[in-house]
């Protein structure tokens, strides 16, 4: 059965972005791809804003959005298997909806109401936060290649999922992978950091990395690893890491009832902070 990825598009500048990105990994996968738009009615369903043809208005303009983003799609990429989607509902809770039978869901960062330069919308956001498997929320500055996909490395099987999704586009894109694990002593006001072993912490944190990767490192031999082993919030380690990265790959528990929770500290704040393009996989 052939792999689906799945692109929310909303006419912005951002959504063309994710659209251009979601192509490209559509060939590299030999994925179809299908372009989302949702029509969401309820601002329009309140009685005194009412007008007489609106239904013909909304339906022409997402028509005109899903054009433009196939005619995108198409000349990104002209051999990819390429469909469009008009949904009801809101942008959040379609593309989330869609979550169960896709590959990848690719988002832009801000679209439409966004702020420039900010990565993050409450689109993406929401779709990052519930939405189970791979979320990509794309940068549009991503047509600069560094050859590089890093991933969050932690002790967790949590990161499982992430190492599989960020070795898979490593292979697809011949890039390096660099997994970064970043440590800290452990925080304690009235204890000074010499009060610990450092190089014996920094030793151990190593040697784990090593254990987890192991097993993929034999399961995809022609992907070159890094075995990227820091003294450094995780956050700052991979926001860093992210200015030459094509894609930061983080794994995300899905603890908590809120969606800015349920993405965790440490996704969201790579989230906000990323330079280039973020994939959010679940556990």
Known sequence: ????????????????????????????????????????????????????????????????????????????QPGIDVG????????????????????????????????????????????????????????SDHDTVHGEVVVGLDDYHACEPALGYAFEQAMLRASTLRALCAWQPPAHAHIPDDAYDLDEIHATQSRTAAAILQGWRQRYPQVPVIEDVRRAHPVNALIGASAMADLVVVGSQGRGAIGTVMLGSVALGILYGARNSVAVVRS
């Not at 372009?35 to 208005?57: K, L, N």
């Not at 909304?58 to 005109?64: K, V």
């Not at 379609?94 to 689109?123: K, M, N, Q």
Request: contains cysteine; aromatic residues 4%; hydrophobic residues 45%.
């Open 1 to 76: 059965m052939n792999r689906v990825i799945v692109v929310g598009a909303d006419g912005s500048d951002a959504a063309t972005s994710a659209v251009e990105w979601a192509a490209d990994d559509a060939a590299r996968m030999a994925a179809r791809l299908r372009i989302v738009h949702a029509v969401d009615r309820s601002p329009y369903e309140i009685a005194r804003f009412s007008t007489p043809g609106q239904d013909d208005v909304i339906m022409l303009s997402a028509q005109s959005v899903l054009s433009d983003a196939e005619a995108a799609a198409r000349k990104r």
């Open 84 to 139: 469009c989607e008009r949904l009801q509902g809101a942008a959040a809770a379609v593309l989330r909806s869609r979550a169960g039978d896709c590959a990848e869901i690719v988002i832009g960062g801000t679209g439409l109401g966004g702020f420039p330069g900010a990565v993050l919308g409450s689109v993406s956001t929401h779709v990052a936060g519930y939405a189970h498997g791979p979320v990509v929320v794309v940068r």
